[in-house]
């Protein structure tokens, strides 16, 4: 990642599948700890279509910054109104598929100016034109190639077989496959996957497809809608079907939802339809926009078809004839006459619409009713859904008292979807549904109480009540749904947790984040014999029950800005599961002993928080990946000399720690990636740091005694011995200190970004012909610099920046400032 103060753009381009958004993916993945927030904007292309597509996305765009809940902002607010925050903050923004310029400047602005220094967007797009207007010196522009011949076979090899090469019988087919396509990332993905598990006779079939595919366009090789239309043809009618729900319906939504649609085969587990659908992340079923949009004429199967909530009320898919639609204005009132045309519809989609009149054998093989929106009135009969397992009521006006909780028969009913529902006060009877196994009702802001008939869900596995900000008490009864797997109150005002929950033997997650009332658990959680993640942050709770320990599952523990919370039990350490352990921002002090014992824990975070010294025996960690201490003013006593057992710690961060010295044998530790020690103020009498040269795969390494504006003198730290053997240095910020040399750097061939500021006793830099991958490279304030050998050479360099040094007026100097200036198009 290049580091300098400059916001910059950059836009990655190429055509459709040739993996844009998982490159930017990736890229947002690997770097977005670096900065203060960060988003992820997809589909944009997609999303402005509709008509308050641009302030969705806006809005979108300030909560994910601000890290603020949605219904905390009125759709009416501006991201200009919030430019006096943004600018003061270091953002990574991803925007997702833009073809329009005017688009772009909605959403980040014309002249980067909108967010603070050393931000950084990216942006995908098949526009290659689309950065044009902006500042030349901050955008920069990459275009995506198609994948070289091995390239593309290893990837094939690896959807297919998830190995790096072909089984023996299967090679030459292989070869001849990947060879007849157009290298595209996705193709290769698509025919690959589809291929995964199938015998050589499917496998000569798709080959003669393919051959078949060429001829008839007398082209060389296939295109990614022709493998996307052989792919799709090669699915059974069934998992046709499928697609076709998730192509026009469903995509995006929780997987686990969806899978209630097709009980005979479930996507969650292995997803049949693998790769035409997947499910990411977060569990959402995904596909691309390619194979949504794809050929909606072709076989009377219409793919991908594009609703608008302002034209149609109703959507209704039937098996036999493709989608129906019938057209509902607002305020129209529906009868079961409506939907004669529609026996065999299994989805249903209603918006603001009525029904009214006999709906006696209406739906016979309805399985989702999506009535977002339903009106408070309810005066149909017989509205009979023996077969419904889904019904989603978001953003409706129900209360306890809608006559639809008693009015329609749905006894299989599996999901019960109430998010937005602001006028439900109290939840209904849940006495009808004891087969529901998923119960939403987030941001149902006005609701005060669950009805204790929630004890009759045996079934229940999921219970979101995610910012139901006016709830706070959970009802004892809550104990009684034994098959709950997952309980949320995020946001919530519940203040303590029942007893009655230690009966919940199959709880795996518990996440109360930003449960601020929150005071006390009680003793019988630790009862909970399946807990794998119980996360707290924010809450107000002041200790942790003695028995914590019998938590043997746990894998997950976040208490995050529990500020009152002062120690931890000291039977932490018989979690031996423990994998996560955050208590940044807390009140603790200090670490029990038994921490020692948790042979699990790869990520221990404690920034912010008023620790005195690393945990003794630390070396005992010794799965340990990552080790968070920034921003501790109180740890002052030295780094433990057993660091060295921590043969896997990747990153190790005590930027603005008070710490008073490092061990040599840091130097030991094979795999470190990163070492912040930026503003260590209090290692002043380390002349040296220790000896590096084993530090291998270390990539960034950053020094700084302090700001240099408060008038420090700079720290001791004059040499960094081993410098030369850092062979996978990518990074080397050193600021305020009294380093008089740079011995080996020369020889650091993967350096991209090289930081010196107020480094005032450095008087040269030594021959930097060899750095080839450099691509940035500021000097501030380094008076005695006065010269730069090979500066000519560094052939890659994008960014130069020299100021305030003796070396800022050399002719050299000037001369790469322009060239590096003339290659940023």
Not at 88 to 110: C, N, Q, R, T, W
Not at 384 to 413: A, F, H, N, P, Y
Request: aromatic residues 6%; contains cysteine; negative net charge.
């Amino acid at each position: 990642m290049e580091v300098n103060d400059e916001v910059r753009i950059i836009g990655i381009y190429g055509p459709d599948g040739i993996g844009k958004t998982t490159l930017a993916g990736a890229v947002y993945k690997h770097i977005s700890s670096c900065f203060d927030s960060c988003s992820f904007l997809t589909e944009v292309e997609e999303t402005t279509k509709n008509s308050h597509g641009i302030r969705f996305l806006q809005n979108k765009l300030i909560c994910d910054i601000l890290e603020r809940d949605r219904e905390d902002l009125s759709f009416d607010e501006r991201i200009e109104d919030f430019l006096y925050i943004l600018r003061e903050m270091k953002v990574l923004i991803v925007v997702d598929d833009v073809e329009k310029l005017s688009d772009l400047h909605a959403i980040v602005g014309d002249q980067l100016h909108w967010f603070g220094p050393g931000s950084r967007i990216i942006v995908t797009s098949k526009n290659s034109g689309i950065l044009k207007e902006f500042d030349p010196d901050k955008a920069r522009n990459c275009t995506v190639s198609e994948l070289e011949d091995g390239q593309a076979f290893e990837l094939f090899c690896k959807h297919a077989f998830r190995m790096q090469s072909p089984m023996p019988d299967y090679y030459g087919l292989s070869c001849r496959i990947v060879n007849a396509t157009e290298k595209l990332p996705l193709a290769v993905e698509i025919v690959g996957s589809f291929l995964r598990g199938k015998s050589i006779q499917e496998w000569e079939k798709m080959e003669k497809s393919i051959e078949a595919c060429t001829m008839n366009s007398q082209k060389s090789s296939v295109g990614l809608e022709e493998i996307l239309d052989i792919c799709y043809k090669g699915l059974d009618r069934q998992q046709k079907d499928i697609f076709l729900d998730i192509a026009s319906f469903i995509f995006g939504v929780d997987a686990r939802i969806a899978s209630y649609m097709w009980p005979d085969c479930c996507p969650s587990s292995g997803c049949i339809l693998m790769p035409l659908a997947k499910i990411g992340e977060n569990n959402e079923l995904q596909m691309h926009r390619l194979l949504r949009c794809l050929d909606q004429e072709r076989s009377g199967d219409l793919i991908g078809r594009k609703f608008c909530a302002q034209d149609m009320v109703i959507k209704a898919m039937n098996r036999e004839k493709g989608i129906e639609n019938v057209g509902a204005r607002d305020s129209c009132v529906l009868t079961a006459a409506s939907f004669a045309s529609m026996p065999a519809i299994s989805f249903l989609k209603l918006d603001d619409a009525k029904v009214s009149g006999d709906f006696a054998g209406a739906f016979p093989s309805l399985r989702w009713l999506c009535w977002q929106s339903c009106p408070l009135e309810f005066i149909a009969i017989n509205f009979v859904l023996r077969e419904l397992v889904i019904l989603d009521l978001s953003g409706s006006k129900v209360t306890e008292e809608w006559g639809g909780w008693t009015e329609i028969k749905m006894e299989k009913l599996k999901v019960l979807n109430l998010t937005g529902c602001s006028d439900l006060l109290i939840t209904p009877d849940f006495s009808y549904y004891k087969d529901l196994e998923i119960l939403i009702l987030e941001r149902c802001s006005s609701l005060v109480e669950l009805d204790p008939s929630i004890g009759h869900l045996k079934c229940l596995v999921s219970l979101n009540l995610k910012f139901c900000s006016q709830l706070n008490g959970l009802p004892v009864e809550l104990g009684c749904t034994t098959a709950l797997k997952e309980l949320f109150i995020d946001g919530t005002s519940v203040r303590q947790v029942p007893i009655s929950i230690g009966n919940l033997k199959q709880l795996e997650i518990l996440s109360g984040l930003k449960c601020f009332p929150l005071t006390h658990l009680p003793k019988s959680i630790c009862c909970l014999a399946a807990l794998s993640e119980l996360s707290l942050d924010g809450a107000k709770i002041t200790e942790l029950p003695g028995s914590l320990g019998d938590l043997h599952k746990l894998r997950r523990l976040s208490l995050r800005d529990c500020r009152y919370l002062e120690n931890l039990p000291y039977s932490i350490g018989e979690i031996s599961s423990l994998e996560e352990l955050d208590i940044s921002a807390t009140g603790i002090s200090k670490l029990p002993h038994s921490i020692r014992n948790l042979k699990s824990l790869r990520v221990l975070r404690m920034d912010s928080s008023f620790i005195r010294a690393l945990p003794e025996e630390i070396g005992n960690l010794t799965n340990l990946e990552e080790l968070h201490a920034s921003w501790c003013q109180s740890l002052k006593e030295a780094i433990p000399g057993d660091i060295e057992g921590l043969h896997r710690l990747r990153s190790l961060t005590l930027g603005h720690s008070s710490i008073s010295s490092l061990p040599p044998e840091i130097s030991t530790i094979p795999g470190l990636h990163t070492m912040d020690l930026i503003q260590c103020d209090d290692i002043e009498e380390m002349k040296a740091m220790p000896s590096l040269e084993n530090l291998k795969k270390l990539e960034e390494l950053c020094l700084s005694d302090g700001d240099p504006k408060a008038h420090r003198p700079p720290s001791a730290i004059e040499e960094i011995e081993g410098l030369e053997r850092l062979e996978g240095l990518k990074r080397l910020d050193i600021s305020n200190c009294k380093i008089r040399n740079l011995n080996g750097i020369g020889r650091l061939t993967s350096l991209r970004s090289l930081i010196l500021s107020d480094c005032e006793d450095l008087d040269s830099l030594l021959d930097l012909s060899n750095l080839k991958s450099l691509k940035v490279l500021v000097i501030r304030r380094c008076k005695r610099i006065h010269q730069i050998k090979g500066l000519e050479k560094l052939t890659s360099l994008e960014k130069l920046k020299i100021s305030e040094c003796s070396a800022e007026n050399l002719v050299q100097v000037q001369n790469t400032l322009k060239r590096a200036c003339s290659t940023v198009t």
